[in-house]
């Protein structure tokens, strides 16, 4: 079965440039998740969606970071004016529910690398 | 706020011993913990989960955790550890009214042959 898609699966991007990174959720799962992951670190929170509604986007870590899930299914992270701190690789999740104990589903990420 | 410590960052052991990976957290209200496992390259797969009820949990691949609320633990363990075990090991608390599921910083597992 289709599990959580991310694309691209690396992105080099120079120093100011903006990037978009997607993420196709498993079909029919209300909530998506963003995560920043740095080397040899654990995920970090960015924000969350239950569908179509951003709920919680206090993990952005400037406003140079936007995410959108308009239509309640694909995610579209932005990164403007990208920076070399903003190098790591991006993760998506998904839940098929929006309940505290359902387990997130996770993309293979993309890797950013900000030259 | 809550969080999550992960005091090793590798563990070494050898094949065919009992493993543990260790994980406190902290959390306001119930805890709902998870453990996820991430192979290079690869996103986070689920192994348990934490709700209610009996202290010993189990997963996948042989795994399970143990769940301690007064020590504000949840340690993964096995009771015979496979090479193919190695990997990287992620605790994870969500809690409160918070949606978000907060991640440790993770411990590498090394099972040696």
Redesign the interface.
Known sequence: GAG?SQSPRYKVAKRGQDVALRCDPISGHV?L?W?QQAL??????LT?F?NEAQ??K??LPSDRFFAERPEGSVSTLKIQRTQQEDSAVY?C?SSLI?T??S???????TRLTVT | AQS?AQPEDQVNVAEGNPLTVKCTYSVSGNP?L?W?VQYP??????LL?Y?TGDNLVKGSYGFEAEFNKSQTSFHLKKPSALVSDSALY?CAV??GG?????????TKLQVIP
């Open positions: 959580v909530s998740f995560y040899g670190q654990g995920p970090e929170f969350y239950q709920l919680d206090s993990g993760l999740a929006g505290k104990d387990p997130l589903h996770f993309g293979n990420g | 999550v709902y998870f996820y390259n690869r996103g986070l797969q689920f989960k709700i992620f969500r809690g918070y949606q978000k599921v907060t991640f440790g910083t993770g």
